[in-house]
């Protein structure tokens, strides 16, 4: 059949499984937003288009599915950058969309014009510049495979306006055919093997997983592997839902706002397991010194993410799914050296027990002012298991990793890689239209809400009742914290000196305001909020000068914590 | 230590900048870069010289294989190869030196392909080694312009460095 190229585009999305995307309509998607108009794709509309990319990396990352976004040229599209680096770093699988001038005007500095193609090079998978009506169906296909597929990422397609009018017969592609591209999924059963072995030789073994095994919706396997060899599991920033955290063998985040348990274990294990996971210099620390005891061994789909930064005894690259039920299934043949592997770390586990009894994952309430942890421990303790916190980035984020005990895959949507501030409520958004009927809360501090406090009105407008908690010191408190400890409590342009009525600002949107300022407000305001119907913005009142503990300072190395006193 | 790499690359709009710029964007060393088409004219060859210890030039390979639109990538280094690489050079000739010139051009099998009176200019193929060499020796004569290929490399023998 004879189609236009935005009746093609929307065709095609509907084939790839898409029912809903987050964009901002203008000139150059004009064309697109008129097939819009009369289609069955839900479009949301958020009030900025990061917000937009930022919605549709939050619906990807509880569903698993790949998130749609479109935004017009020029300004729309530049908009787009940080939400796209956000998933790049993350590897979530999204596609963007974005208006391009006509192509007989592409280069001429015309209106609304932006290399998008070179502008968002580094931080995609892959991107396309439609260039021919004819490419059209086949651009779209190989996207979203490129995004779904091997280690997920962005994708974005640039769509001129003159080729969204044009016409041609549609017919979508079976197949795609991507010689440079074929993504490496089954696990060497060799190097498997050779894997088990160290894993039944090991005294004092570690998993260090990351955000992989969302990816990978490996987690099944990986509490199998972790209770039939009990081996303690520490957990990425990217992980934290990836792993049961009131699990006895979870060990908690590690890194630079590890735990201390985590932390020591990693610093003294003789076997470390990374499965997803990709030595960020935030879970290292001084690398030299990280698990220097250790041997390695590397679990991977991205190649280049083995041996980058530490260098490994024994790489796996494949899909976890596949090489951790390969590993299961040998390590289930030896069931003799399983029961030796388990009493022979006794004393490790051991060893960890009395770690975390020395310096356990805690805060000191307090009777006179709101403790931040005390907010994110009563919202865990008032929330069902399968609720979806989102968070900004800074130290409510930390906070939540630290406090919030996840236990169901998918559940803990956060910018890890890029720290994006104003990505939660966002996010927050997608994951509600996604799920319309679970709890979804956005976890924020009061300097990253006002990021992109604007999609406020995209809650309001689509009643999507997101819960939002700003954990509120009128600080930039991340920041504050490294130039109170780093920098003589120079207080260098992050006292926010200006509160925020956020209560009227909720309001003026059209959404409920709640203020907590008094500790014993706190679990009557989260209930409210939590009974009332539509959006509801929390702010609660912390005790200011609150810091993130444990801390391991730039430079050092992971067991060289600043602790909570 | 240098690397001679070849990549095979999709011949399409912007391959070329994905390519460098993983280069840049990773602070990555590159030496010399030379692209054409190859015997498929969907495909293109890019000949690169960079320098790095075994853990970057890992990097290097498997990030360049890591992008959609690479196809192949062969480090040489390991492999026995030719290597060639062409250079225009435009050398200053005075009265006395005209002669010289001319024999160091026979001695290293190049030519002089343009003539005025006052300059000689010299087409050179061979190892960057022997570029080297030459340009060393015209070098007290005055040279005017350098303009070098970057070497581009095959393996030896009858096994092809192509698509599987």
């Not at chain 1, 059209?136 to 962005?154: C, Q, S, V």
């Not at chain 1, 017969?169 to 089954?186: A, C, E, I, Q, W």
């Not at chain 1, 925020?500 to 907590?516: H, N």
């Not at chain 1, 539509?534 to 300072?553: C, H, Q, T, Y």
Request: include cysteine.
């Amino acid at each position: 059949m004879e189609m236009t190229g935005s009746q093609i585009l929307l065709e095609s999305l509907k084939l790839e499984g898409v029912d809903t995307v987050f964009g901002y309509p203008g000139g150059a998607v004009i064309n697109i937003y008129d097939d819009l108009f009369e289609s069955s794709i839900n479009h949301i509309l958020t009030r900025h288009e990061q917000a937009a990319v930022h919605a549709a990396d939050g619906y990807a990352r509880c569903t698993g599915k790949v998130g749609v976004a479109i935004a017009t040229s020029g300004p729309g599209a530049t908009n787009t950058v940080t939400g796209i680096a956000t998933a790049y770093m993350d590897s979530i699988p999204m596609v963007i969309i974005t208006g391009q001038v006509p192509t007989p005007l592409i280069g001429n500095d015309a209106f609304q014009e932006a290399d998008m193609c070179g502008i968002t090079r580094p931080c995609t998978k892959h991107n396309f510049l439609v260039k021919d009506i004819r490419e059209l169906a086949k651009t779209i296909k190989e996207a979203f495979y490129i995004a779904r597929t091997g280690r997920p990422g962005p994708v974005l397609i640039d769509f001129p306006k003159d080729i969204q009018v044009a016409s041609h017969k549609f017919s979508y592609p079976d197949k795609v055919n991507l010689r440079g591209y074929k993504p490496t999924y089954s696990g060497n059963i060799r190097q498997i093997e050779k894997a088990a072995k160290m894993i039944l030789e090991a005294k004092k073994p570690v998993l260090y997983i990351g955000g992989g095994i969302n990816l990978s919706a490996a987690n099944d396997e990986l509490l199998k592997l972790a209770e039939m060899t009990k081996i303690p599991v520490t957990t990425t920033l990217m992980a934290m839902s990836a792993f049961p955290q009131r699990h006895p063998l979870a060990l908690g985040m590690l890194g630079m706002h590890g735990t201390f348990y985590a932390n020591m274990s990693v610093t003294e294990c003789d076997l470390l397991i990374a499965v997803g996971s990709r030595f960020d210099d935030r879970v290292t620390g001084r690398i030299d010194s990280f698990a220097e005891k250790a041997k390695v061994i590397h679990v991977d789909i991205d190649p280049t993410s083995i041996g980058k930064n530490v260098l490994v005894s024994l790489p796996i690259v494949g899909d976890l799914k596949d090489v951790l039920g390969k590993l299961l299934g040998s390590l289930e043949q030896k069931q003799e050296s399983l029961k030796r592997l388990v009493a022979a770390t006794e004393d490790w586990r051991l060893m960890i027990a009395e770690w975390k009894e020395r310096h356990p994952m805690a805060y000191r309430q307090s009777k006179t002012v709101i403790k931040p942890q005390y907010v994110i421990e009563k919202i865990r303790e008032l929330t069902n298991d399968d609720a979806i916190i989102t968070t900004e980035v800074g130290q409510h984020q930390m906070w939540t990793a630290q406090f919030f005990d996840f236990s169901q895959p998918r559940t803990f949507l956060t910018s890890g890689g890029l720290g994006t501030m104003g990505f939660g409520l966002p996010a927050a958004l997608g994951a509600q239209v996604a799920y319309p009927e679970r709890q979804v809360i956005d976890i924020s501090g009061d300097g990253s809400f006002q990021m992109n406090s604007q999609e406020l009105a995209t809650l309001v407008q689509y009643r999507l009742p997101v819960k939002i908690v700003i954990l509120n010191n009128n600080y930039l408190g991340m920041v504050r914290q490294w130039q109170q400890m780093f920098f003589e409590k120079r207080y260098s342009q992050t006292v926010m000196e200006l509160p925020i009525d956020f209560i009227k600002l909720a309001e003026a949107y059209g959404a409920t305001g709640l203020q907590a300022t008094k500790v014993e407000e706190v679990e009557e305001t989260i209930k409210k909020a939590l009974e009332t119907p539509g959006p509801v913005l929390m702010n609660f009142k912390i005790s200011r000068e609150e810091n993130v503990l444990p801390m391991v300072p730039a430079g050092k190395a992971i067991n060289e914590m600043v602790l909570a006193s | 230590m240098k690397h001679t790499i070849s990549v095979l690359v999709e011949n399409e709009f912007g391959v070329l900048s994905r390519i460098s710029g993983l280069f840049s964007g990773r602070g990555f060393n590159i030496e010399s870069l030379s692209v054409a088409p190859t015997q498929d004219p969907d495909v293109s060859r890019m000949t690169l010289v960079t320098r790095g210890d075994d853990r970057i030039l890992e990097q290097i390979t498997k990030q360049l294989n890591k992008l959609i639109s690479t196809i192949k990538v062969v480090d040489f280094t390991d492999e026995e190869f030719i290597e060639r690489e062409l250079a225009l050079i435009k050398v200053a000739t005075e009265a006395e030196s005209r002669a010289e010139a001319l024999r160091i051009v026979d001695i290293f099998r190049a030519k002089v392909i343009d003539v005025t009176p006052k300059s000689y200019t010299i087409e050179i193929t061979g190892a960057p080694a022997k570029v080297d060499a030459v340009l060393e020796l015209l070098r007290p004569m005055g040279i005017k312009e350098v303009v070098r290929s970057g070497p581009v490399v095959v393996g030896r023998g009858a096994k092809r460095s192509w698509i599987a």
